[in-house]
């Protein structure tokens, strides 16, 4: 894909696998929006782009807070008249015995692996429709794990794996569910896991010596983002660089279903919890 007057989108994009693959579009001639939740970084992220000749700039947000989220993407609408490719690369891993809540009051890594890209993604679709042909890549995971309906929120038994592979697979089921709904508007929308165990910093927090570097899983994130081997391929996951199967509620029309009306349920409690803390 030719890159040049490209804009893309990439959460996450100021430390790991993210940092690699902004770095690598914005080289390629591509106009990079990075964000993250620390300036500094992302100041740091947007030099290190226009060092190689690149044009970037940092959008800051908390997507543990869908108010954030939702500014995220105005300031995105803002800035831009056109998105080629958004990326929901942020996440938090799997570290942590606790259980913990987004600013929100939903389990946290529920809300923020997927969650916050449902949302993002869902106020960028006019403009992604708009730029067609565009695309979507969701970074999930190989650890994945059902989604209990009668408990999402994790209150009864909360581990922190399953948290993560629960939110993971939540990504996937999101993906397949958006493309059935983008048939024939000229956007894709794919997942992947882009490799085990990278040398990233959720990674290390987890207690795991890593065993797969960012470039690696760089290069899988930027095979479905820019590949014309995935013109007009859509609702697909990926291991790595092959087409793989997902766990298999992600195939359950049912199980997608429910988890779009928990989804807009969920954005629909917090934005009236939202009015009345500002009433």
Not at 42 to 65: C, H, M, P, Q
Not at 106 to 119: C, H, K, Q, S, T
Not at 137 to 143: D, E, L, Q
Not at 205 to 226: F, H, M, R, Y
Request: with cysteine.
């Amino acid at each position: 894909m030719d890159l040049k007057d490209k804009t893309i989108l990439i959460t996450g994009s100021t430390d790991g696998v993210g940092r690699v693959v902004a770095q690598r579009l914005g080289a390629g001639g591509a106009r990079v929006l990075v964000h993250g939740r620390d300036a500094a970084r992302g100041k740091a992220a947007v030099a290190e782009i226009e060092t190689v000749g690149g044009k970037a700039e940092f959008l800051a947000a908390d997507l543990a807070s869908l108010a954030e989220v939702r500014r995220l993407a105005e300031a995105v609408l803002a800035r831009t008249n056109r998105l080629d490719i958004l990326i929901n690369n942020a996440g938090i891993g799997t570290a942590g015995a606790k259980r913990q809540l987004s600013a929100d009051g939903f389990e946290l890594r529920f809300a923020v692996n997927y969650l916050a890209g449902f949302l993002l993604t869902s106020e960028l679709l006019p403009l992604l429709k708009a730029s067609s042909p565009s695309r979507i890549v969701n970074v999930a995971s190989a650890g994945q794990q059902a989604i209990d309906f009668d408990d999402v929120m994790l209150t009864r038994s909360y581990d922190g794996v399953r948290a993560y592979c629960q939110s993971k697979l939540a990504q996937i089921l999101f993906t397949i569910d958006l493309a059935e709904e983008l048939k024939g508007s000229g956007v894709t929308v794919n997942a992947l896991h882009p490799a085990s165990y990278m040398n990233t910093t959720m990674v290390r927090q987890a207690g795991v010596t890593p065993w797969s570097s960012v470039e690696t899983g760089a290069d899988a994130i930027l095979n479905l983002a820019t590949s014309p081997a995935l013109e007009g391929r859509s609702g697909l996951y990926f291991d790595g660089q092959k087409e793989s199967r997902a766990d298999a509620q992600a195939y359950d029309a049912k199980a997608r279903e429910q988890l779009r009306a928990l989804s807009l349920d969920l954005l629909g409690q917090a934005s009236a919890k939202s009015k009345e803390q500002h009433s």
